[in-house]
């Protein structure tokens, strides 16, 4: 096993483990490593500290299996609580796919009824939904399986 420190076009930096640099160049070609943050298919390696070993006999600090632990804790119940969200985005709203933009201003401006929708927006309908002031949020969307 390998883990890399990924980068997405929109500078989110997080950790990803493969099987091997094999499968990293795999899954990045076809485009299946996805942001945790903001979904972008976009990712790319980013520069990475090398990890020395100092040899069998120095155990590591308590301090800083302590904040790894930590941070593992924290990774768990954030992808746990992003899981349960598209969960429930899932099971209440309608998906719309790409015509997220046009649905969200039918909704705005009264043309069809009032529902919540969820779908796919470019960055560019994102920013002209926000300068017409309406309101909708993006999500984090997890993959349904690790990288």
């Known amino acids: 096993m390998i883990v890399y420190s990924l980068r997405c076009a929109n500078d989110h930096v997080f950790e990803a483990w493969f099987r091997d640099s094999a499968a990293y160049d795999r899954q990045a070609a076809t485009r299946t490593v996805v942001c945790p943050y903001c979904g972008s298919k976009r990712v790319g390696k980013a520069p990475m500290a090398p990890r020395l070993a100092k040899g069998a006999s120095e155990p590591p600090?308590?301090?800083?299996?302590?904040?790894?632990?930590?941070?593992?804790?924290?990774?768990?119940?954030?992808?746990?609580?992003?899981?349960?969200?598209?969960?429930?985005?899932?099971?209440?709203?309608d998906y719309v796919g790409s015509r997220f933009a046009e649905e969200a201003r039918k909704i705005h401006y009264g043309e069809t009824k009032k529902r919540d929708i969820y779908g796919e927006a470019s960055p560019k309908e994102a920013g002209d939904l926000k300068d017409e002031g309406i309101e909708f949020q993006r999500i984090p969307w997890l993959p349904r399986t690790d990288s």
Do not use: F, N, Q
């Open 61 to 93: 600090s308590a301090p800083a299996a302590d904040k790894k632990d930590e941070r593992s804790e924290l990774y768990r119940e954030a992808r746990r609580i992003l899981t349960e969200l598209r969960r429930h985005v899932e099971t209440h709203c």
